[in-house]
């Protein structure tokens, strides 16, 4: 049977106008190191920092085990609190190095002027490793990928690994624009008429807008005294986040939702080109919330989850099996979620519901029964609307595909989330 103290309970919660921060720009979302690099489903750092103030003191462990992009790292730096991220995407890593690393920025701007210098002495005779892949190929045509891999070998040659990458941050967020794949899209599509741009004049671009957002990080750390706040990032998995038991004062993160995105696949630029991988559909299988696992017998800890499961079975017994899947590894998440909690941490979980195949996939409710069946217990629940997530936000209801917000019969795929704070109840594991 459904948890009806649970249910009742979402039912009431009334949507908290001052959570939706719809007032703020996408300059204002993008502040410092925030708009290095494009990134899906990415939430606010205003989130991230009302709630780093709300729960924690300066000096305070902040953890992020859905780590993504390094907002949530990036904002407990800039207000003093230590902080470790982890995820299993080694693009994300990379991004998040760049973003939670302040560069000296005059040490930044020698730095670029040298490699600037090399690069404008490129020509078509120039020796080039150019990269022999066949996905490469799929998306890049060869005239572009011979100037990126130049640029890339270029970056490569700098010494200091923090210069590295932060070059590298920027060259990965110029590959799409400098491939075949349809710019308007998160999706992996290809556009054969897309005007490619040039990656030497992209590049630069790039680089001027990270440095000036370097800069400003780096003086506002320095005024504040934070600069050598400890602040890591791990690839690796949420299950096993090489942290302490009963460390952590706050934990902050917002999952992947169940098979709505690939991040393998979003991603694949970044780590066709770094080599992250040598095979693609291996690489989906590290993912929770994909749709490429095999696992079997996973303990969903929730009847919600189990409903739910049974009423997708009925339905599409794939579909049930990969959100099951998703459900029993979001729980060994909160597992370890709660091993490295002090007693009275929370964790603040940001997620919203979904629909699959007809049926209401309830997230935030199983989370919230699953970390009360850890020994959690409900300390707030926030509904916020989304005002500009970078998330499809229409569905056509007759094929259920995304689409336009002109679609006259549209419906909302993704128009309200909950910010989930549950408080650890109990000392140890």
Known sequence: MKNLNITNLFAS???????????????DTSYLTHGYHRYPAKFIPQIVSRLVEKYTQKNDLVIDPFGGCGTTLTESKVLGRKSIGIDINPAAVLITKAKITPLNPLQAEKSWNNLKYQLENY??????????HERIDYWF?????????????EILKLKNQDTRDFFYCGF?????NSSIWLQKSNKPTRDFKKKIADPFKTFSRQVKMMLKGNAEFYNLLNQRGFLKNSCKVWCTDARKIPTKNNSAD?????????????????HQLTTLWFDYTKNLSDFR???????????????????????????LFEKHAKTAE??????????????????????????CIVIGNTKLKGVEILNAEVFVEQLQNLGFKIDDIIKREIPCKNLPSARDPKTGRFSKKTCKNKTWAYPTEYILVMKKLYLGK
């Open 141 to 153: 045509k060869p005239g572009q990928k011979r100037k990126l891999a130049f640029i890339f070998s």
């Open 123 to 132: 020509n078509v005779k120039t020796k080039i490793r150019v990269p022999k």
């Open 172 to 176: 990965s967020n110029v590959l799409k």
């Open 13 to 27: 919660v009334r949507i908290d106008p001052s959570w939706s921060f719809a007032d703020k720009t996408r300059k």
């Open 285 to 311: 299988k590290r993912f929770i919330g994909t749709a490429y696992h095999n696992k079997k017998n996973l303990f969903l800890n929730s009847d919600i989850a189990e409903e739910i499961q049974v009423q």
């Open 322 to 347: 990969e959100v099951a899947n998703y459900f029993g590894e979001m729980n060994q998440v909160f597992g370890e979620m709660k091993r490295m909690l002090k007693k009275g941490g929370r964790t």
């Open 250 to 266: 706050l934990i902050i993160t917002s999952p992947p939702y169940v098979t709505s995105y690939e991040y393998a696949d979003l």
